[in-house]
């Protein structure tokens, strides 16, 4: 089986947050549909969970026997798990439903736990979704900049607390990149509306990567009215309103998040920028205080200050600023790509290599990881038997 990373999906600003420290804004006053008519046919969240024939047959025949040995729960985790049965593949491209997950036997983490979650509801288990903490992952797609999360799914049987039940071994937690065995992992539980937040929230972000500006904001509306409090879908709005030139609602919407959480490391970052294009001086000044002394250094600082040396053929200094991005992010695959492209323009076809490869197995699509392929295969090729 491919590689399955922590990544939950492709969105614009962050996929886990922790609980809110003020009240909630009504989701109704932070909508405004009149701006963004006509709206198309609405997505039934149901859908998302829904079990496809092919799915029910997976179940009856192809893993039949092992579900009937093992058990439900045990036969769905081991057939998730085996090269033999899904073959499942890791990519970003898009977040999918469970039938669509399924169907193309690949997708990001928040697709395969909702494809999971499917399974196990279909096989009468009982299904608990968490959060899990990680290090930022911010992943860069067509100008936009993506913190990627994490999340996985317990099944079992009986309604008792995770921890617990693990331990009697009547819980499994299945987790498409579980952390090694001696790194302790902070989790939360999180609802099932949450989840259908996230997956809508994911979709508003790549509709609007795509350029949709308009479709996407419907897919944001959906994930505020999902879930009002998960506060990834409200800065997502807030994006959607500047994209579209509502830059005072991109205000009001980025200030009600700094208001619960005051630290919102996305939200400043946001505000700073939608300040600068509205020519504030000094509130821009204040908020780029505040974000300083949160963050030394803007994601992609210095991947940028490599790009730039790159262009300039000063290979020496881009590979130092691509070092310094992967100490941080060592399974970001632009990072090691252009590392290893740096590496190439030295002469060290060795190094080139290597990096070359870490870059193919940490690519967050499959297109990408075609892409790098062939670098790497040109790099092997010119490399000396």
Not at 29 to 35: G, I, K, M, Q
Not at 56 to 61: I, K, Q
Not at 124 to 132: D, P, R, S
Not at 146 to 166: P, Q
């Amino acid at each position: 089986m491919h590689r399955l990373r922590h990544v939950t999906g492709l969105i614009l600003i962050l996929l886990l947050s922790g609980c809110a420290t003020a009240p909630v804004p009504e989701s109704a006053s932070v909508l405004h549909d009149e701006l963004f008519v006509p709206a198309p046919a609405k997505f039934d969240a149901q859908s998302l969970f829904h079990v496809s024939d092919a799915m029910r047959l997976y179940l009856s025949v192809e893993i039949a026997n092992n579900l009937a040995t093992k058990g439900p729960m045990r036969g769905l985790y081991d057939a998730l798990y085996s090269d033999k049965q899904l073959k499942l593949e890791y990519d970003t491209a898009q977040t999918r439903t469970a039938s669509e997950t399924f169907l193309a036997r690949s997708g990001n983490c928040l697709s395969l736990v909702i494809m999971t979650a499917a399974f196990a509801k279909e096989l009468g288990l009982k299904v608990y979704f968490q959060g899990v903490a990680t290090e930022e992952n911010w992943l860069r797609r067509d100008n936009f900049y993506f913190l990627a999360g994490h999340v996985n799914v317990t099944i079992g049987r009986e309604r008792k607390l995770a921890l617990a039940a693990n331990a009697a071994g009547k819980f499994l937690t299945i987790d498409f990149e579980p952390l090694a065995a001696n790194v302790a992992q902070r989790s939360w539980q999180i609802k099932e509306a949450t989840i259908v937040s996230m997956y809508m929230n994911n979709r508003a972000a790549e509709t609007l990567a795509a350029g949709n500006v308009k479709a996407a904001y419907w897919w944001a509306r959906e994930a505020v009215t999902q879930d009002p409090a998960f506060v990834p879908a409200q800065l997502n709005l807030a994006v959607i309103y500047r994209r579209a030139g509502h830059l005072d609602l991109a205000q009001t919407m980025l200030n009600n998040v700094l208001i619960r959480d005051p630290n919102n490391v996305s939200a400043l970052s946001n505000l700073v920028a939608l300040l600068s294009e509205l020519n504030r001086p000094a509130e821009l000044a204040h908020a780029s205080a505040r974000l300083k002394r949160l963050r030394e250094y803007e994601p992609y600082h210095f991947f940028k200050l490599g790009v730039a040396a790159m262009q300039a053929k000063n290979f020496a200094l881009a590979r130092d600023m691509f070092k310094t991005e992967t100490r941080t992010q060592p399974n970001n695959s632009e990072f090691q790509f252009n590392l290893a492209l740096a590496y190439a323009g030295l002469g060290d076809q060795a190094s080139a290599k290597q990096h070359m490869t870490i870059a193919v197995a940490s690519a967050s699509t499959l297109k990408e990881q075609g892409i790098y392929a062939a670098k790497l295969s040109r790099i092997q090729a010119a490399q000396p038997n």
